[in-house]
């Protein structure tokens, strides 16, 4: 790879709505190391990096990163946009992979892709993809300043909620660090990149699941999306709750505590199961507005 891919994945213990979840025992494993056992199959990533809190509680994930050999970096509570900022530069990040915690069935495949769509890579194409990088590092080699496989309403998604991942160049984290004003768009790390966003058109591929479509910010950054056909953007995969974890126990136990299937294999496991689908669908998601109580103005 040219330059350095970092994931960041955000984690914290004091979650409001299910505290401690990210080390909840899911078929015999935290987690946490669920996630980072997929993670860790994305073959575009050169680093990941744990970002988490300086608060007491977080001391746990500390020692845990320890033990699964993944560096940790600790900072703001409230400020996310700003630990992942910190983050970023200690582990001298070039291009910045943002993923959650609490999303355990993230799949390696779609952060590759997203990857790709920020490299400007065709996605038929990545067995060759490192022959086509830019031999460039400046962030104006790429296409997209970033890219990500999808965005809150009014955008419509089309992967399940806990299948998300965002790409940006460190130059444009670093002007959302500067910029950002708003408690959500500290919080929520990205917003300030793709708030008002208009897709003028769409790169189609024939016969294809994907397509990706394009546009700029008001405030100048060039944006790609990732979307999917068929829609499954009513799913909901991620941890936030009880109803939550109970689903995603029956995913793994189904797949005996496993790591190796894909979000296609939970996809056809649900088709079979229609059930397992309505344990957590009643649980309603947090919008990119939403912030938690704890935020405070930078």
């Given at each position: 790879m040219t330059g350095n891919t970092l994931a960041v994945i955000q984690a914290r213990m004091s979650s409001s709505r299910l505290p401690g979840k990210v080390l909840l025992d899911v078929a015999g494993?935290?987690?946490?190391?669920?996630?980072?056992?997929?993670?860790?199959?994305?073959?575009y990533l050169d680093g990941i990096v744990l970002a988490t809190t300086t608060d007491?509680?977080?001391?746990?994930?500390?020692?845990?990163?320890?033990?699964?050999?993944?560096?940790?970096?600790?900072?703001?509570?409230?400020?996310?946009?700003?630990?992942?900022?910190?983050?970023?530069?200690?582990?001298?990040?070039?291009?910045?992979?943002?993923?959650?915690?609490?999303?355990?069935?993230?799949d390696p495949t779609l952060i590759d892709?997203?990857?790709?769509?920020?490299?400007?890579?065709?996605?038929?194409?990545?067995?060759?993809?490192?022959?086509?990088?830019?031999?460039?590092h400046s962030p104006s080699a790429y296409p997209y300043d970033f890219s990500t496989n999808r965005l809150p309403p009014p955008w419509k998604r089309?992967?399940?909620?806990?299948?998300?991942?965002?790409?940006?160049?460190?130059?444009?984290?670093?002007?959302?660090?500067?910029?950002?004003?708003?408690?959500?768009?500290?919080?929520?790390?990205?917003?300030?990149l793709y708030e008002g966003v208009s897709f003028q058109k769409s790169n189609i591929l024939p016969g294809q699941a994907w397509n990706i479509e394009s546009g700029t910010?008001?405030?100048?950054?060039?944006?790609?999306?990732?979307?999917?056909?068929?829609?499954?953007g009513t799913l909901r995969w991620t941890v936030d709750?009880?109803?939550?974890?109970?689903?995603?126990?029956r995913i793994f136990d189904h797949f005996q505590g496993q790591s190796h299937f894909s979000w296609w294999d939970v996809l056809a496991l649900l088709e079979k199961e229609p059930g397992l689908a309505s344990i957590n669908a009643d649980v309603k998601h947090r919008s990119a507005f939403d912030v938690d109580q704890r935020s405070v103005d930078h």
């Amino acid at each position: 790879m040219t330059g350095n891919t970092l994931a960041v994945i955000q984690a914290r213990m004091s979650s409001s709505r299910l505290p401690g979840k990210v080390l909840l025992d899911v078929a015999g494993k935290p987690l946490l190391q669920h996630m980072l056992d997929r993670v860790k199959k994305a073959e575009y990533l050169d680093g990941i990096v744990l970002a988490t809190t300086t608060d007491p509680s977080d001391d746990i994930l500390e020692q845990f990163c320890r033990t699964q050999n993944i560096p940790c970096f600790r900072g703001s509570l409230s400020d996310v946009l700003d630990r992942c900022y910190w983050a970023a530069i200690q582990f001298h990040a070039e291009k910045i992979v943002r993923l959650t915690a609490d999303c355990p069935l993230i799949d390696p495949t779609l952060i590759d892709l997203t990857i790709m769509a920020y490299l400007g890579i065709p996605l038929l194409q990545a067995s060759s993809a490192d022959s086509q990088l830019p031999t460039s590092h400046s962030p104006s080699a790429y296409p997209y300043d970033f890219s990500t496989n999808r965005l809150p309403p009014p955008w419509k998604r089309t992967l399940p909620i806990g299948l998300d991942v965002e790409v940006c160049s460190f130059e444009a984290l670093q002007r959302a660090w500067k910029e950002s004003d708003q408690p959500y768009q500290r919080e929520h790390v990205m917003p300030f990149l793709y708030e008002g966003v208009s897709f003028q058109k769409s790169n189609i591929l024939p016969g294809q699941a994907w397509n990706i479509e394009s546009g700029t910010s008001p405030r100048g950054f060039r944006i790609a999306l990732l979307n999917h056909t068929p829609d499954y953007g009513t799913l909901r995969w991620t941890v936030d709750t009880h109803p939550d974890l109970e689903f995603v126990k029956r995913i793994f136990d189904h797949f005996q505590g496993q790591s190796h299937f894909s979000w296609w294999d939970v996809l056809a496991l649900l088709e079979k199961e229609p059930g397992l689908a309505s344990i957590n669908a009643d649980v309603k998601h947090r919008s990119a507005f939403d912030v938690d109580q704890r935020s405070v103005d930078h």
